[in-house]
């Protein structure tokens, strides 16, 4: 069964903090993906890595960061963060190309004061 | 870029009704397209998915149709439960990629 965990549930942050979101897989696979999810606005994908070392844009990257030194391990980084990124933040899995099913951490609901 | 639309945004059907939920995709490229399920405060989970070889794919009471003229799938419930009350994403992706777009989300409430 997979199993993908995130390092907390719920986080408050300040503006200006620097903040670190982790994932972990248990599966080996060889993509993750960082989203933010939003009332009316879906599930928008940030930044994703399809191996070690590796991350591409998504569709919302400005003001975040991440790192894959690790292949079970993503971290998404808000540099600086602000009131504008305050949401709910998912990070998925998949075994690898071509697309297959994504599997869902349980989201960290990051609120920015 | 690419785009998927994904309607209607609320849906709320009685016990026992059918309920339909329809997305369009702008890149004929796209090859793969699940539908998510999200109960309140869960994680999404693939309930079905189909790729494009394939028009229409049916598991028990759920079902996926796909029209790659028209670029548009649609995610049929029948029988709807109360239990079937989530919101619903549809995603689109390409076979060179494992990245998925997706959808707005549908939030489908069943009344028992």
């Known amino acids: 069964d997979v199993k993908v965990t995130q390092s907390s549930r719920y986080l408050v942050k300040r503006t200006g903090e620097k903040v670190f979101l982790e994932c972990v897989q248990d599966?080996?696979?060889?993509?993750m993906f960082w989203y933010r999810q939003d009332p009316g606005l879906g599930l928008r994908l940030i930044y994703f890595s399809y191996d070690v070392k590796m991350k591409e844009k998504g569709d919302i990257p400005e003001g975040y960061s991440v790192s894959r030194e690790k292949k079970e391990r993503f971290s998404l980084i808000l540099e600086s963060a602000s009131t504008n990124q305050t949401s709910m933040y998912l990070c998925?899995?998949?075994?690898?190309?071509?697309?297959?099913?994504?599997?869902f951490g349980p989201g960290t609901r990051l609120t920015v004061l | 870029g690419e785009n998927v639309e994904q309607h209607p945004s609320t849906l709320s059907v009685q016990e026992g009704d059918s309920a339909v939920i329809k997305c369009t995709y702008s890149d004929s490229a796209s090859n793969y397209f699940p539908w998510y399920k999200q109960e309140l405060g869960k994680r999404p989970q693939l309930i079905i998915d189909?790729?494009?070889?394939?028009g229409e794919k049916k598991d028990q009471r759920i079902a996926v149709t796909l029209n790659k003229t028209a670029k548009h799938f649609s995610l049929h419930i029948t029988e709807t439960q109360p239990e079937d009350s989530a919101v619903y994403f549809c995603?689109?992706?390409?076979?060179?990629?494992?990245?998925?777009?997706f959808g707005q989300g549908t939030t489908l409430q069943v009344k028992p």
């Open positions: 998925a899995s998949s075994p690898g190309r071509p697309p297959d099913t994504q599997y």
């Open positions: 995603a689109a992706s390409k076979s060179n990629t494992g990245k998925l777009i």
């Open positions: 189909i790729r494009s070889n394939v």
């Open positions: 599966m080996d696979h060889e993509n």
